[in-house]
């Protein structure tokens, strides 16, 4: 019997006003990309009255789950009042002083709408500041779909280069192709490659920007020699170093990364969790640095510190600033990984888990460590898209690439109904 019934009649009368039928073409996935009808807390119901537990969390930014009573509160009432000026009202401040207590690089905020926007500012601030061309990044990693940040994030193995130096590759048909002559892709994890860029190009690298958690290809770990790298080649050669914070910002801790690793960097990028799954995205970094938008580095947008969005991050942050909804998120994520791992082991699956508490991935490997995005292309793909797709018929809602996103409000009962689930998927492989 199909489960998909209705979802797959209302993707047929979608697609015939929007593109795909989906809205971004990422989530357009198997069996068919499914239709919600509502979600509370942790879990999910799709148009066929199907439940599931919910681990994609809208690709990240439901820290809080469905429906919090907090931001519904702050939604309800901010529905009430102008949702536009266009001009400064008090929430803009209330929200930016939280960032800035949360965050240790926040010096200043700003905001903008999408984590692409937010990453796009941040390179040019960078530009202007050390007047070099070229932002070195690291293979694998995700900043956004526009023309210079798609490069080398899922390249192509035939054309990706050598391991030590890769080659750097557009991810799109339609990219303007001499943006690789503003960039420098380094492999990700390795201390010396970084020192070697820096060498070959010399006096020409504005910024480092990494994610600090490879989130985007298989929640890899940074590792400590790595870590005093970024911290240490970037300053000594006149360079900015950029965490995008997009995934981890308010989710790996209450200061994001740069808290967990005691790192900061000179300017961050935060979208997804800053405000519970309501549109926008922050950036913020050195005073200095931010300040040059008020001396020729141009930026705006029109829904940049709009009332809802500001609204939603001080409800957000509020929940999020003593440290315990995401202990608890983090500390439900870790029981997670743990009965995995041994249900894996019981039915003899080759199986890694990579990442920390709040957002990690499952990957069928023969690897005994991952540190880059080359070691995720052992990764058995087939397998993992078997897993995803019985897990769903489980009640398990999953991202395509295996990464699991926990939120606040998972409890042991949907960590025990979890495992119990994936106990019968692992028994029939
Ligand atoms: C690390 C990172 N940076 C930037 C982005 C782009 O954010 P957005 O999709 O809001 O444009 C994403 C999106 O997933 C991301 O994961």
Same mark, same amino acid.
């Given at each position: 019997?199909?489960?998909?019934?209705?979802?797959?009649?209302?993707?047929?009368?979608?697609?015939?006003?929007?593109?795909?039928?989906?809205?971004?073409?990422?989530?357009?996935?198997?069996?068919?990309?499914?239709?919600?009808?509502?979600?509370?807390?942790?879990?999910?119901?799709? *148009?066929?009255?199907?439940?599931?537990?919910?681990?994609?969390?809208?690709?990240?930014?439901?820290?809080?789950?469905?429906?919090?009573?907090?931001?519904?509160?702050?939604?309800?009432?901010?529905?009430?009042?102008?949702?536009?000026?266009?001009?400064?009202?008090?929430?803009?401040?209330?929200?930016?002083?939280?960032?800035?207590?949360?965050?240790?690089?926040?010096?200043?905020?700003? +905001?903008?709408?999408?984590?692409?926007?937010?990453?796009?500012?941040?390179?040019?601030?960078?530009?202007?500041?050390?007047?070099?061309?070229?932002?070195?990044?690291?293979?694998?990693?995700?900043?956004?779909?526009?023309?210079?940040?798609?490069?080398?994030?899922?390249?192509?193995?035939?054309?990706?280069?050598?391991?030590?130096?890769?080659?750097?590759?557009? $991810?799109?048909?339609?990219?303007?192709?001499?943006?690789?002559?503003?960039?420098?892709?380094?492999?990700?994890?390795?201390?010396?490659?970084?020192?070697?860029?820096?060498?070959? +190009?010399?006096?020409?690298?504005?910024?480092?920007?990494?994610?600090?958690?490879?989130?985007?290809?298989?929640?890899?770990?940074?590792?400590?020699?790595?870590?005093?790298?970024?911290?240490?080649?970037?300053?000594?050669?006149?360079?900015?170093?950029?965490? $995008?914070?997009?995934?981890?910002?308010?989710?790996?801790?209450?200061?994001?990364?740069?808290?967990?690793?005691?790192?900061?960097?000179?300017?961050?990028?935060?979208?997804?969790?800053?405000?519970?799954?309501?549109?926008?995205?922050?950036?913020?970094?050195?005073?200095?640095?931010?300040?040059?938008?008020?001396?020729?580095?141009?930026?705006?947008?029109?829904?940049?510190?709009?009332?809802?969005?500001?609204?939603?991050?001080?409800?957000?942050? $509020?929940?999020?600033?003593?440290?315990?909804?995401?202990?608890?998120?983090?500390?439900?994520?870790?029981?997670?990984?743990?009965?995995?791992?041994?249900?894996?082991?019981?039915?003899?699956?080759?199986?890694?888990?990579?990442?920390?508490?709040?957002?990690?991935?499952?990957?069928?490997?023969?690897?005994?460590?991952?540190?880059?995005?080359? $070691?995720?292309?052992?990764?058995?793909?087939?397998?993992?898209?078997?897993?995803?797709?019985?897990?769903?018929?489980?009640?398990?809602?999953?991202?395509?690439?295996?990464?699991?996103? *926990?939120?606040?409000?998972?409890?042991?009962?949907?960590?025990?109904?979890?495992?119990?689930?994936?106990?019968?998927?692992?028994?029939?492989?």
């Amino acid at each position: 019997m199909d489960r998909y019934t209705k979802s797959r009649a209302m993707l047929a009368r979608a697609a015939k006003s929007l593109t795909g039928g989906v809205s971004s073409p990422f989530r357009a996935k198997a069996p068919v990309p499914l239709f919600f009808a509502d979600g509370n807390g942790p879990r999910l119901t799709d *148009v066929d009255g199907n439940g599931y537990i919910d681990y994609a969390l809208a690709w990240g930014p439901l820290i809080l789950g469905h429906k919090h009573p907090a931001l519904v509160d702050a939604m309800r009432r901010q529905a009430e009042k102008p949702h536009n000026y266009g001009a400064q009202h008090e929430l803009e401040c209330e929200a930016s002083e939280r960032i800035q207590a949360l965050a240790p690089c926040a010096e200043l905020v700003a +905001y903008s709408s999408t984590g692409s926007e937010a990453v796009a500012a941040v390179w040019r601030i960078a530009r202007a500041a050390t007047g070099r061309h070229r932002i070195l990044r690291f293979e694998g990693h995700y900043h956004g779909w526009h023309d210079q940040a798609l490069i080398s994030y899922r390249p192509n193995p035939e054309r990706m280069g050598r391991e030590d130096m890769p080659c750097p590759t557009l $991810d799109s048909k339609g990219q303007v192709a001499n943006v690789v002559e503003n960039t420098v892709v380094c492999p990700w994890n390795d201390a010396a490659a970084l020192e070697r860029c820096f060498e070959r +190009y010399e006096n020409q690298i504005a910024a480092v920007i990494t994610e600090p958690v490879l989130c985007n290809s298989g929640c890899l770990m940074p590792e400590p020699e790595f870590l005093e790298g970024l911290q240490r080649i970037p300053r000594e050669r006149g360079a900015l170093l950029v965490f $995008d914070e997009v995934i981890t910002g308010f989710r790996m801790a209450p200061g994001g990364a740069q808290e967990y690793f005691g790192i900061v960097p000179d300017l961050a990028t935060y979208g997804k969790a800053v405000a519970g799954g309501i549109t926008l995205s922050a950036f913020a970094g050195k005073k200095e640095l931010m300040e040059s938008m008020l001396s020729g580095v141009a930026y705006g947008g029109t829904f940049n510190g709009n009332p809802l969005g500001m609204a939603a991050a001080v409800a957000t942050l $509020d929940v999020l600033k003593d440290g315990s909804a995401l202990a608890h998120a983090n500390r439900m994520g870790m029981l997670l990984q743990d009965g995995i791992a041994s249900a894996a082991r019981k039915a003899g699956l080759p199986l890694q888990i990579t990442g920390f508490g709040a957002a990690f991935s499952l990957h069928f490997t023969e690897l005994a460590t991952l540190r880059n995005y080359r $070691d995720t292309l052992q990764d058995d793909k087939e397998r993992l898209n078997r897993f995803i797709r019985e897990s769903l018929d489980e009640g398990l809602f999953l991202l395509p690439d295996g990464r699991i996103y *926990v939120s606040a409000v998972h409890t042991e009962r949907e960590v025990g109904e979890t495992l119990d689930a994936v106990g019968r998927v692992f028994s029939r492989f």
